[in-house]
T-cell receptor, first 113, second 111 residues
Framework: NAGVTQTPKFRILKIGQSMTLQCTQD?????MYWYRQDPGMGLKLIYY???????DKGEVPNGYNVSRSTTEDFPLRLELAAPSQTSVYFC????????????FGPGTRLTVL | DAKTTQPTSMDCAEGRAANLPCNHS???????VYWYRQIHSQGPQYIIH???NNETNEMASLIITEDRKSSTLILPHATLRDTAVYYC????????????FGGGTRLMVKP
């Protein structure tokens, strides 16, 4: 199993540009998450999904959109990039039962200039 | 989820036990204590979790006080590769499995 994979690893955007961060998991997990981590800070939840077709907002959803058309994929969309979105983005998945744990991807480092 | 308080940073000598404390005085009866760590620039990694009883796995031990208001993560023989930020998280079971990360403790293992 590859676990949770994310692409790209690095990206530089100009203000106002759009992009999609890709996240794929091969563990057949129901739950998937997007977090962001600003320099020197803890992780903050952006969006999460409890299954295909079901998504919900986390703590910091503004400026982002998500979709979940399959169990495996959970892309994060930035429509109008702003410097405040400069961050490291982590995708995670979990089976979604009881006290199970979350498995994280390696992250995407995004810079908006 | 209950709020947690952890020291900002700690040092530990290589080969010695690292004891990382966490206060969670407002924890409620159905909340579990989870520990994750994040090695520089990598995604967080699950370490261990528990409800009431002490727990041990291949990575660490978790000691929860009888009143559940605090806990300690123990790395029995710290190595340089254990240098990381350690997050103590308290969460309600089945709340979408969301994790709320605070600042964590930056553990530096020194030779």
């Amino acid at each position: 199993n590859a676990g949770v994979t994310q692409t790209p690893k690095f990206r530089i955007l100009k203000i106002g540009q759009s992009m999609t961060l890709q996240c794929t998991q091969d563990m057949n997990h129901n739950y998937m998450y997007w977090y962001r981590q600003d320099p020197g800070m803890g992780l903050k939840l952006i969006y999460y999904s409890v299954g295909a077709g079901i998504t919900d907002k986390g703590e910091v959803p503004n400026g982002y959109n998500v979709s979940r058309s399959t169990t495996e994929d959970f892309p994060l969309r930035l429509e109008l990039a702003a410097p405040s979105q400069t961050s490291v983005y982590f995708c995670a998945s979990s089976p979604g039962q009881g006290t199970d744990t979350q498995y994280f991807g390696p992250g995407t480092r995004l810079t908006v200039l | 989820d209950a709020k947690t308080t952890q020291p900002t940073s700690m040092d530990c000598a290589e080969g010695r036990a690292a004891n990382l404390p966490c206060n969670h005085s407002t924890i409620s009866g159905n909340e579990y204590v989870y520990w994750y760590r994040q090695i520089h620039s990598q995604g967080p990694q699950y370490i261990i979790h528990g409800l009431k009883n002490n727990e041990t796995n291949e990575m660490a031990s978790l000691i929860i006080t009888e009143d559940r208001k605090s806990s300690t993560l123990i790395l029995p023989h710290a190595t340089l590769r254990d240098t990381a930020v350690y997050y103590c998280i308290v969460r309600v079971v089945n709340a979408g499995n969301m994790l709320t990360f605070g600042g964590g403790t930056r553990l530096m293992v020194k030779p």
